[in-house]
C-alpha cells in the first residue's frame, strides 16, 4: 500500500481530508497546490475542477472532501468507518447536509472573523450568518440530544465531516451558547490530537 497522496494543504478545505488521514493513522502526504497559479496538468488529471482537496490513492483518483473523507473510513475500516447499510446511509445524510447547510453561512461567518484581513471583513456578514444558521444548527443540537455522536454511538466520518464545519463557529461563544450540546460536540472535536495536527491555529 503506498502513501496516499492528499492535494491541498491545512490552509485549505484539503484540512478535512489530513485530518481523516490523522484520524485513521495512514501514511500519507500532502501536496502544495498554488491555487493563484494555472493548474498543473498532472494535477488536473486528479481534478478536472482543478480544486482542492483531491487524492491519489495508487492510482486512484477522488475529488470532493466529504467524498474522499466517506471513501477512506470504507477503505481503511475501524470505528470511524459504517458497520451496515443504516449506519452508511446517514453518515452520507450528514455529509450532504453538513455541506448544503452549513457550508456557505458557516464560511462567511469564518472568512469575516478570522480568515479575511481585517481591513476586507465585512462586519454585517457575521450576524447575518449565524442567523442563517440558527435552523441547521437547532436540528444538529436536537440530534446531539441523545448521544454526543451522530451515528453509533461512536466517533464516526459523520462527526468528522460535520465537524469540518461546526468548527468554524467555535469563536461564536454567545452563539453556541444556545445550543449547549453542539457547544459540548465543538470543544470535544478541538481536542481530538488528529484535529490539532490537521487544522490551522484560529483566532
Ligand atoms: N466542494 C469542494 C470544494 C473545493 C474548493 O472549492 N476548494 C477551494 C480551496 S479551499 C479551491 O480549490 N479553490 C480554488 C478554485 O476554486 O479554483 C470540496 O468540498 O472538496
Same mark, same amino acid.
Given at each position: 500500500m503506498g502513501t496516499l497522496k492528499i492535494y491541498g494543504t491545512i490552509r485549505s478545505r484539503a484540512n478535512r481530508v489530513i485530518w481523516m488521514a490523522e484520524e485513521l493513522g495512514i501514511p500519507y502526504e500532502s501536496i502544495s497546490v498554488d491555487l493563484a497559479a494555472p493548474r498543473d496538468p498532472a494535477f488536473l488529471k486528479v481534478n478536472p475542477n482543478g480544486r482542492l482537496p483531491a487524492? #491519489? #490513492? #495508487?492510482? %486512484? $483518483?477522488?475529488f470532493e472532501s466529504m467524498a474522499i473523507n466517506l471513501y477512506l473510513a470504507k477503505k481503511h475500516g475501524g470505528a470511524l468507518a459504517p458497520r451496515n447499510a443504516h449506519e452508511d446511509a446517514k453518515m452520507i445524510q450528514w455529509s450532504f447536509w453538513a455541506v448544503t447547510e452549513l457550508e456557505k453561512a458557516g464560511l462567511d461567518y469564518l472568512m469575516h472573523t478570522m480568515f479575511l484581513p481585517a481591513e476586507k471583513r465585512d462586519a454585517s456578514i457575521?450576524?447575518?450568518?449565524?442567523?442563517?444558521?440558527?435552523?441547521?444548527?437547532?436540528?444538529?443540537?436536537?440530534?446531539?440530544?441523545?448521544?454526543?455522536?451522530?451515528?453509533? &454511538?461512536? %466517533?464516526?466520518?459523520? &462527526?468528522?465531516?460535520?465537524?469540518? %464545519?461546526?468548527? $468554524?463557529?467555535?469563536s461564536a461563544r454567545d452563539f453556541l451558547s444556545q445550543y449547549p450540546n453542539v457547544g459540548k460536540f465543538v470543544a470535544a472535536i478541538a481536542a481530538r490530537p488528529a484535529f490539532k495536527k490537521a487544522m490551522p491555529p484560529r483566532g
Open positions: 487524492i #491519489d #490513492d #495508487d492510482g %486512484f $483518483y477522488l457575521p450576524p447575518k450568518a449565524l442567523e442563517t444558521l440558527k435552523r441547521p444548527i437547532a436540528v444538529l443540537e436536537q440530534a446531539l440530544g441523545s448521544s454526543a455522536y451522530l451515528v453509533g &454511538d461512536r %466517533f464516526t466520518v459523520a &462527526d468528522l465531516n460535520v465537524g469540518c %464545519f461546526v468548527a $468554524y463557529l467555535a
